[in-house]
């Protein structure tokens, strides 16, 4: 390493340095997705709060939780273009099957053509998408990669507004895809790459907003057809957690397969660990169960149970942050949601985000989250 990045290695916690030393993917690149890039603040926070602490300059408590929503959690449901593509692949791959069309790679054509009708069905052969590369020593026919087309209307169209991209908060959430009612369906901009004219107008409406309301204000130009028509659509809440009748228990005992794993569990979930041989698990439940009278025949499980039960006076005064780290997704606005109906239940509760994201977390930004604001 130089010595810029052996600092940096050596500065980050262990939790974070160990995943950066995984196995790579098949190309060799590191698996980002695996390190818990959303944890990393959260360690040094507490890291930092540690020694406030010990200096007698920070009496508080710190119990953070992460939310990371990969691939799972920014997707949703497929729309209407989705389903009647991957129909078309498929049933197209039993076609090129049936006729023994071997090494072929089930194609569908003209797919920017809103009516499926006018698609065009076909079989690719693999070899013309090969090329040969150097890999551990020997050459390989592999899929050439698909590279950034510098000069494809995608790239072109984000070329003409990336410089107030870059300073705006320029974004119009598509919000959950469905079958029917409204933008469902719409196609990708890989299908149907937008207009260069229709991004320009809508990054300067953003920026005109922006300058007249102020950054963190919402107005309906951030809004697609869809989203517009959800906020009248309210989220249903199921009856244990509407009415607020539920308390967390210990359910069963998991053993890690691996030192990563068992770090991971240790380090992430200090509650629940059980010495060095398993890690136990919770769950939300109804009350009525949790207010039988269970025994459990795992001392430590009955333990952590009698721990839960009394884990937070009813009454004490919570703050809560909320930070965003990357672009606002829709589960992450479910979570803001539900701690919005946290506190019209508990009451007793701060709720406050950081503007912008990890800026308003260094130049301490906060506001207010409420139902306007929010």
Known sequence: ???????LFSFLPKAISDQL???RDPHGNVQV???DTERLLILLLRDELDVRTQDGTYKGSFLPQAHFFGYEGRC?????????YCYALGLNAAVLIREGATGYMSCVKNLHERDFNKWTAAG??????????RRKGKDVPVIKKALVELEGPNFLAYAAVRDKWAVLDCYRSPGPIQFKGPYSDAVNFLVAPPPIEVLVKDTEDHEAFELSQGAF????TNLSELSAARIKDPTEIPDTLESNNYGIVAIKKYKPYTKLVSAKIDEQMPHLKDYTQASYFVEIQDKVMLDN???YDDPVMARLNSEFHHFEPKHKFLKIAVIYLGQQSPGG???IDGLLRFQRQRGNVELVGFVHGLAGLMNEDLTAINEETF
Do not use: G, Y
Request: with cysteine; glycine share 0%; aromatic share 2%.
């Open 1 to 7: 390493m130089t010595a810029q990045s052996k600092a």
């Open 21 to 23: 030393l995984l196995d």
């Open 33 to 35: 997705s695996k390190i």
């Open 76 to 84: 949703a449901l497929p729309s209407n273009f989705d389903s009647q």
């Open 124 to 133: 690719c052969p693999l070899p013309t998408m090969m090329n040969v590369e």
């Open 217 to 220: 204000r919402r107005h309906v």
């Open 293 to 295: 009278d269970i025994h």
């Open 333 to 335: 606005n479910n979570v």
